[in-house]
Nanobody
Framework: QVRLVESGGGLVQAGGSLTLSCAAS????????MGWFRQIPGKEREFVSG????????KYADSAKGRFTISRDNAKSTAYLQMSSLKPDDTAVYYC???????????????????WGQGTQVTVSS
């Protein structure tokens, strides 16, 4: 059983930057593809970015391309999401997720992920 803990959320002005971290414990971190998702109350959880277990492949939602960067450090069992040029529309609870039985294909559906963190709030003011 993998436990995921997100950190790094907060309040930032539009145009600012934040880096989210996702610390994993209780499993072999390098055995999982990792994803970042976000959710606004009343809306479905949406894919933001994903990275394969070996960091060879990454994927971004159109809304994140050019502004967000996903990475991971398997030695530290931590995944990251660097966010820049933040917009008010980026306001959401951000979740990291781990998918077991990883492949080089990054799945964007939240239903495919096996473990989830508790989420961290990101608020972007205009």
């Amino acid at each position: 059983q993998v436990r995921l803990v997100e950190s790094g959320g907060g309040l930032v002005q539009a145009g600012g930057s934040l880096t989210l971290s996702c610390a994993a414990s209780g499993g072999t971190f390098s055995s999982y593809n990792m994803g970042w998702f976000r959710q606004i109350p009343g809306k479905e959880r949406e894919f933001v970015s994903g990275i394969t277990w070996n960091s060879k492949n990454t994927k971004y939602a159109d809304s994140a391309k050019g502004r967000f960067t996903i990475s991971r450090d398997n030695a530290k069992s931590t995944a990251y999401l660097q966010m820049s040029s933040l917009k008010p529309d980026d306001t959401a609870v951000y979740y990291c997720a781990a998918k077991a039985r990883p492949t080089n294909l990054i799945i964007t559906s939240w239903t495919a992920y096996d473990y989830w963190g508790q989420g961290t709030q990101v608020t972007v003011s205009s």
